[in-house]
């Protein structure tokens, strides 16, 4: 089976989280992206110090379209150095997995 994976990213508003989760969503390169909006962030940018509130994604893929998946994100995101984090789902209800995989193939035909 296609190695599914969970991604995380955060973006500064919600407008952007919305437009990006459609994006991949629709090119399938995601089968599902949650929104949860008013996450705190603190962080170390440039030397200093900062705060930040920020919208985070949940988006659920596999490996075979995760390379085209960071590469729409880096297009759409508004941060200099996006944060990118992709882990292997290593466990969860296999007919969950397996509508990742149906819902991220490229080969598809209604």
Same mark, same amino acid.
């Given at each position: 089976?296609?190695?599914?994976?969970?991604?995380?990213?955060?973006?500064?508003?919600?407008?952007?989280?919305?437009?990006?989760?459609?994006?991949?969503?629709?090119?399938?390169?995601?089968?599902?992206?949650?929104?949860? /909006?008013?996450?705190?962030?603190?962080?170390?940018?440039?030397?200093?110090?900062?705060?930040?509130?920020?919208? @985070?994604?949940?988006?659920?893929?596999?490996?075979?379209?995760?390379?085209?998946?960071?590469?729409?994100?880096?297009? !759409?995101? /508004?941060?200099?150095? /996006?944060? !990118? !984090?992709?882990? /292997?789902?290593?466990?969860?209800?296999?007919?969950?997995?397996?509508?990742?995989?149906?819902? @991220?193939?490229?080969?598809?035909?209604?």
């Amino acid at each position: 089976m296609e190695q599914a994976l969970l991604v995380f990213t955060n973006v500064p508003e919600l407008v952007t989280a919305q437009l990006l989760a459609r994006k991949l969503v629709e090119s399938r390169l995601a089968a599902c992206v949650n929104i949860m /909006p008013a996450v705190q962030s603190i962080y170390r940018w440039q030397g200093q110090i900062d705060e930040a509130t920020e919208v @985070t994604l949940l988006i659920k893929t596999t490996q075979q379209q995760y390379d085209q998946l960071q590469q729409a994100i880096v297009d !759409i995101h /508004p941060y200099e150095l /996006p944060e !990118i !984090i992709a882990t /292997p789902i290593v466990a969860a209800y296999a007919p969950y997995l397996n509508w990742i995989v149906a819902e @991220t193939a490229k080969d598809i035909h209604a």
